[in-house]
T-cell receptor, first 110, second 114 residues
Framework: QKEVEQNSGPLSVPEGAIASLNCTYS??????FFWYRQYSGKSPELIMF????GDKEDGRFTAQLNKASQYVSLLIRDSQPSDSATYLC??????????FGTGTRLKVLA | DVKVTQSSRYLVKRTGEKVFLECVQD?????MFWYRQDPGLGLRLIYF???????EKGDIPEGYSVSREKKERFSLILESASTNQTSMYLC?????????????FGPGTRLTVL
């Protein structure tokens, strides 16, 4: 079993819709969870991090964490074509070393 | 703003050559990382360093070495490049070991080994 799993996609959503990106992890001791966005040919950039169960909102983005289910998600409200990118989930399983998922490719259709 | 720079955006080398990839960060970060990114495999950690002259192996260190003589600079060395080392190489840095330890990435170096 991979340590951090994401559906590779592509996930296609119409402009203005909510995009829901999901990530599961295997290490129950994981403490911190990150979402990065990566445009084609570019390096990853941080969207947000979360380490407490529940929701964390930042503008159009909401991260949701459920440690009991070992599940973290990212919701993007009012999706725009500029949100089209690959979204990487990353987990810190108790040390400062990140474990990355392989990413979900999101396409927002105008 | 944190700035992480890498010496080259694109690099073409021949099999057997020694290759140096340089990374510099300007935010006095303690931790620095080298990853490679391949389609379908995601980001894989090669080596990391949490202090000057300190280094630790990541998940795929074979065929690579690193050097960190100064806090701001972390070099990745391919002792004898091989075609299976053709990849995108990403350097990252972070400030602390805390729970909100954000990694900041450089622009990447796309290395082709012929």
């Amino acid at each position: 079993q991979k340590e951090v799993e994401q559906n590779s996609g592509p996930l296609s959503v119409p402009e203005g819709a909510i995009a829901s990106l999901n990530c599961t992890y295997s290490d129950r001791g994981s403490q911190s969870f990150f979402w990065y966005r990566q445009y084609s040919g570019k390096s990853p950039e941080l969207i947000m991090f979360i380490y407490s169960n529940g929701d964390k909102e930042d503008g159009r983005f909401t991260a949701q964490l459920n440690k009991a289910s070992q599940y973290v998600s990212l919701l993007i409200r009012d999706s725009q074509p500029s949100d089209s990118a690959t979204y990487l989930c990353a987990v810190i399983p108790g040390t400062y070393k990140y474990i990355f998922g392989t990413g979900t490719r999101l396409k927002v259709l105008a | 703003d944190v700035k992480v720079t890498q010496s080259s955006r694109y690099l073409v080398k021949r099999t057997g050559e020694k290759v140096f990839l340089e990374c510099v960060q300007d935010m006095d970060h303690e931790n620095m990382f080298w990853y490679r990114q391949d389609p379908g495999l995601g980001l894989r950690l090669i080596y990391f360093s949490y202090d000057v002259k300190m280094k630790e192996k990541g998940d795929i260190p074979e065929g690579y070495s690193v050097s960190r003589e100064k806090k701001e600079r972390f070099s990745l060395i391919l002792e004898s490049a091989s075609t299976n080392q053709t990849s995108m190489y990403l350097c990252a840095s972070s400030a602390s070991r805390g729970m909100s330890d954000t990694q900041y990435f450089g622009p990447g170096t796309r290395l082709t080994v012929l």
